[in-house]
């Protein structure tokens, strides 16, 4: 089945009318109202008001435990003291994995900026 991921509104605006006929006869993906997924996404159900089970699921896990703000910083602070506390006496606070993506590449710098001496691990098992 052939999906149409963007409004007929931004179809209109860029590619004009022509477009907008053949968008009339097309299925629009229903689309999750909070995020950009749509009913494409495996597993994906959408509540009364249009909102994914992901974007829920983020939402709970958010809750439970808070990754941003002064709660956030609060948690991360006390999780780097429990860190360096283990690490006392010995060469490195922790190892950490590193793929050489955005997230491992983020925290070891987050870490090294809050003094904890991480030993970095690399596996190119490709
Ligand atoms: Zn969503």
Known sequence: MR???????SLTAVNG??????LDETPVAKKCSRCVYDESVPNIVFDEAGVCNYCQLYD??????PNTGTEGEK???ELVDEIRVGGKGKKYDCVVGVSGGCDSSFLLHTLVGKGVRPLAMHFDNT
């Open 3 to 9: 999906r149409i991921l963007a409004t007929k509104e």
């Open 17 to 22: 009318s022509k477009i907008m006929e053949e």
């Open 60 to 65: 709970s896990l958010n809750r439970q435990y």
């Open 75 to 77: 948690r991360l602070q």
